[in-house]
């Protein structure tokens, strides 16, 4: 069975850091594109970060470009988002995807994670 597990979320105060993780389980995602996305509550969900199989490209939305860094293990299946000076509008669940299907900003990828939530005190 395919899992991805997302771990690290919590509440943190504005400007502060936190690390989420994103386990994977059941296949090798090592030759796929990652992604994380968000979503906060009322809105859609929105596109965060993604990073190739090799690290060889990163995609960031512009709302976190010079915040947060998108990171990966291969060989520990596990894909990383650093995120720095948080803000409330950061406040969100935050999925871990693997697989796109075409545009790595869209929602179209083949398996996702559970989520975590991360919440951002002003």
Sequence with gaps: QVQLVESGGGLVQAGGSLRLSC????????????????????????????????????YYADSVKGRFTVSRINAASTVFLQMNKLRPEDTAIYYCAARPRGSVYLGAYDYWGQGTQVTVSS
């Design 23 to 58: 386990a994977a389980s059941g296949r090798t995602f090592s030759s796929d594109t990652m992604g994380w996305f968000r979503q906060a509550p009322g809105k859609e969900r929105e596109f965060v970060a993604a990073i190739t199989w090799n690290s060889g490209r990163y």
